[in-house]
């Protein structure tokens, strides 16, 4: 999946079915590709690139702190419930 956000960060969103951030990322990824065709924008490019690759990282890294957060969760209910137990 980080190979994926490092390179077409797009596809994460479609992965996850997140349509909005999917649009955001297609337009910032699309303007960056698109800037690559002209010899101006080839300086303007990495601009937005790092914009969709920034946006997919912090999407996946909050994704992921929620996940572990709710494994923590689960192992210490789990915990609670063997020290109630006699």
């Known amino acids: 999946m980080f190979l994926c956000i490092l390179f077409?960060?797009?596809?994460?969103?479609?992965?996850?079915k997140r349509w909005g951030g999917f649009i955001l990322n297609s337009i910032l990824y699309g303007i960056a590709c698109l800037c690559i065709l002209?010899?101006?924008g080839?300086?303007?490019?990495?601009?937005?690139?790092?914009?969709?690759?920034?946006?997919?990282?912090?999407?996946?890294?909050?994704e992921m702190a929620v996940k572990h957060v709710e494994l923590l969760a689960?192992?210490?209910?789990?915990?609670?419930?063997?020290?109630?137990?006699p």
């Open 74 to 85: 689960t192992k210490m209910a789990e915990k609670m419930q063997q020290n109630k137990q």
């Open 42 to 62: 080839i300086w303007i490019a990495p601009v937005f690139w790092i914009l969709a690759v920034g946006h997919a990282s912090f999407t996946y890294r909050k």
């Open 8 to 16: 077409i960060p797009p596809i994460y969103f479609i992965a996850r």
């Open 38 to 40: 002209s010899m101006i």
